[in-house]
């Protein structure tokens, strides 16, 4: 689709280009706002060339990276198209924020401007134009009742329960915990069959290593350490772990921050004394294995200090050991073994908490508890490496999935229902954008308990329904899986 440049916006008038002049001195909140709530004169709307637009959707209001708002849904041209809306000001702003370069532009199908400009938004990958609206030209004068109001009502547009949400405040709380109970089961499940074809060889611990290994990781550093965990398997580490602790620590992470590069310069200046003889030990002790690094470091960014890769890998280094004398997949086996025998007994949630403590403690000594990197320094007070919510995060993506998987092709049910019993008590993770979106959307009306299973089923309901039908919520068939009060359940 081809449109003219800098094209006049034809048709408008003095009172109009006043409105725009008063928009445009306010921030970009006005106009998401105006999108948001289709704040728009009554005059059809139109694309900048000529395509009639309608708007299905507007889309979710999205606060964190990435476009304004997804999933929306628009007719243009009599098309039906779904995807995302970004807004700006003035159209110049997609290249000067350099969407056209970010892939997480890619699925943006319309961009809304308050004025044109020289260049239309284009794609990353094709480098194709995106239809775009110039709003300018459809504001209303009530505009200006909302000048002061757009954060309001964006908050406000944000905080509207889905159609799920207002079927869920008719119904019994427990017919909406069931749903996401259920849903929460199916994620479990799909996981654990992603797992299934790695086992029934011999490497089952390895297999589980490997998993541990790369969640800890996160996604920018997942691959990598998942490489570090074939370059250095776990057998070959058990006997370094039979060592004393200090040797132990040594030798194993000599081999890790080696490998990835974290080794290299020959003295860190400004670290002080403690860091530097720790860090002198760690490098003597990579050059005397004479082995290459297969990494030149760590990606930045992204991570809290006292969430740093370094602080995780050491971490696991210390739950290894706490874990590993009689074998780390015998450790976890013993632990759920436990758990089963107290299946039904008020003490479960007790002791599944205190091993999953002790499991991951890191101890007082260990002087990465007040460190983030060696180059970058101190914490302002010492933390665990580890901390309750990366063990829950570790559980729900990792140690669950793969013991799930492993009852399965045992046919053990019993573990089975100890590992759903663990969904139910562990506490939830951090909240994060998608878990927040569906707290607001399905349980803002009727909240439910903050359980990693809640959080679980939560999560598979916004993939399953927010983001892969692209209906939106009037033609979700999420809302009619909740029973309405009084309905009975088969
Ligand atoms: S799309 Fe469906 S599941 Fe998502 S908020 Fe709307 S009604 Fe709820």
């Given at each position: 689709m081809r449109r003219n440049q800098?094209?006049?916006?034809?048709?408008?008038?003095q009172a109009q280009r006043s409105l725009v002049a008063e928009v445009a001195s306010h921030r970009e909140a006005l106009l998401q706002a105006c999108w948001a709530h289709q704040c728009w004169s009554g005059r059809a709307l139109r694309t900048c060339d000529g395509e009639a637009l309608e708007v299905l959707t507007p889309g979710w209001l999205n606060r964190?990276?990435?476009?304004?708002?997804?999933e929306a849904r628009l007719s243009i041209g009599g098309r039906e198209y779904w995807g995302d809306v970004e807004v700006h000001l003035e159209e110049q702003e997609w290249g000067e924020h350099g969407h056209d370069r970010?892939?997480?532009?890619?699925?943006?199908i319309l961009h809304v401007v308050l004025r044109r400009g020289q260049r239309p938004a284009t794609r990353f990958v094709s480098g194709e134009a995106i239809p775009a609206l110039e709003a300018g030209r459809y504001?209303?004068?009530?505009?200006l009742d909302i000048v002061q109001d757009a954060e309001d009502m964006l908050r406000r547009y944000e905080r509207l329960p889905g159609r799920c949400g207002l079927r869920a405040a008719l119904s019994a709380p427990e017919a909406v915990s069931r749903v996401v109970a259920h849903a929460a089961e199916v994620r479990a499940r799909d996981k654990a069959e992603r797992i299934l074809p790695l086992l029934?060889?011999?490497?089952e611990e390895q297999v589980l290593f490997r998993i541990v290994f790369s969640y800890l990781?996160?996604?920018?550093?997942a691959k990598l350490f998942a490489a570090l965990a074939d370059r250095f398997p776990l057998e070959s580490l058990l006997p370094l772990l039979a060592l004393p602790y200090p040797e132990a620590r040594a030798e194993v992470l000599a081999r890790w921050f080696g490998a990835l590069g974290?080794?290299?310069?020959?003295s860190l200046p400004g670290a002080d004394a403690d860091c530097q003889a720790d860090y002198g030990e760690l490098r003597a002790r990579w050059a005397a294995l004479r082995l290459p690094s297969t990494a030149d470091g760590l990606p930045r960014g992204g991570s809290r200090p006292w969430n740093s890769p370094e602080r995780r890998i050491v971490g696991l280094f210390h739950h290894l050991y706490t874990m590993g004398a009689g074998g780390w997949l015998k450790g976890w086996l013993a632990f759920l073994h436990k758990l089963d025998g107290l299946?039904?007994?008020?003490?479960f949630r007790k002791e599944a908490l205190g091993h999953l403590e002790r499991a991951f403690a890191t101890p007082?000594?260990?002087?990465w508890r007040g460190m983030y990197s060696f180059a970058r320094g101190r914490l302002g007070r010492p933390a665990r490496l580890i901390g309750t919510e990366r063990v829950t995060m570790l559980m729900a993506n990792a140690v669950l999935p793969f013991f799930l998987a492993r009852a399965r092709l045992g046919a053990d049910a019993e573990m089975e229902k100890v590992l759903y019993r663990l969904y139910l008590i562990l506490p939830a993770e951090a909240p994060n954008q998608r878990t927040r979106f569906m707290e607001r959307r399905l349980a803002g009306l009727a909240p439910q308990k903050r359980t990693l299973r809640t959080q679980q089923g939560l999560l598979q309901i916004h993939q399953d329904f927010c983001t892969s039908f692209?209906?939106?919520?009037?033609?979700?068939?999420?809302?009619?899986?909740?029973?309405?009060?009084?309905a009975s359940q088969c």
């Open positions: 800098a094209q006049p916006a034809a048709g408008t008038t964190g990276p990435g476009p304004d708002f997804t970010d892939p997480r532009y890619e699925r943006v504001l209303s004068a009530q505009v029934g060889s011999d490497g990781g996160y996604r920018p550093c974290l080794l290299q310069a020959e299946r039904d007994r008020p003490e007082g000594w260990e002087p692209y209906e939106g919520c009037e033609r979700c068939g999420f809302p009619d899986l909740i029973a309405p009060a009084g």
